[in-house]
T-cell receptor, first 113, second 113 residues
Framework: DAKTTQPTSMDCAEGRAANLPCNHS???????VYWYRQIHSQGPQYIIH???NNETNEMASLIITEDRKSSTLILPHATLRDTAVYYC??????????????FGTGTSLTVIP | NAGVTQTPKFRILKIGQSMTLQCTQD?????MYWYRQDPGMGLKLIYY???????DKGEVPNGYNVSRSTTEDFPLRLELAAPSQTSVYFC????????????FGSGTRLTVV
């Protein structure tokens, strides 16, 4: 299983872009990069995922390097409600057994007023 | 559309007692998962199911059992509760498991004393 490495914590000023890095140097060619976040003790919330190309949705943008060994989640205009733990996950796709997500300890993002 | 519903939200067990954590989803998802999250840690996969009648072990299955008699329900059974099982338990579901993220429940906070 491809592992991910994320900084333990980060701060971001409210209204600024939050850039959360993730290293996944052992990722396989058919493995996707997913991002989730967990606010307080709630269930994790899906943010975005991608394979090779950069992706954007209403919540965030995902930038994946050309060699796919790292990625960056961008929250374009961070708000206080974006304070959460952010998980970068590489999806292990196992035929006939479903996709198992392996969550690490993530990055604790604090948005500062 | 309720999504993934977990009951109970909180429970205190004595050592050696047993209980069942309930999980129901109304999205017709075929994949369902149970995770546990210890304080300050990421989520660890306990068991998963790719459809009714099919279950398999995740990273940390010892001390737990599951069943999947219907598409909607995926209960987690704790036999002979131990303090090491004090944790927050999250149930999740996904459709087909390819290219889709998980939908998580709100969690069950279990304390074994």
């Amino acid at each position: 299983d491809a592992k991910t490495t994320q900084p333990t914590s980060m701060d971001c000023a409210e209204g600024r872009a939050a850039n959360l890095p993730c290293n996944h140097s052992t990722i396989s060619g058919n493995e996707y990069v997913y991002w989730y976040r967990q606010i307080h003790s709630q269930g994790p919330q899906y943010i975005i995922h991608g394979l090779k190309n950069n992706e954007t949705n209403e919540m965030a943008s995902l930038i994946i390097t050309e060699d796919r060994k790292s990625s960056t989640l961008i929250l374009p205009h961070a708000t206080l409600r974006d304070t959460a733990v952010y998980y970068c996950i590489v999806r292990v796709a196992m035929p006939n057994t479903g996709n198992q997500f392996y969550f690490g300890t993530g990055t604790s993002l604090t948005v500062i007023p | 559309n309720a999504g993934v519903t977990q009951t109970p939200k909180f429970r205190i067990l004595k050592i050696g007692q047993s209980m069942t954590l309930q999980c129901t989803q109304d999205m017709n998802h075929n994949y369902m998962y149970w995770y546990r999250q210890d304080p300050g840690m990421g989520l660890k996969l306990i068991y998963y199911s790719v459809g009714a009648g099919i279950t398999d072990k995740g990273e940390v299955p010892n001390g737990y059992n599951v069943s999947r008699s219907t598409t909607e329900d995926f209960p987690l059974r704790l036999e002979l509760a131990a303090p090491s099982q004090t944790s927050v338990y999250f149930c999740a579901s996904s459709y087909l498991g390819t290219g889709y993220g998980y939908t998580f429940g709100s969690g069950t906070r279990l304390t074994v004393v």
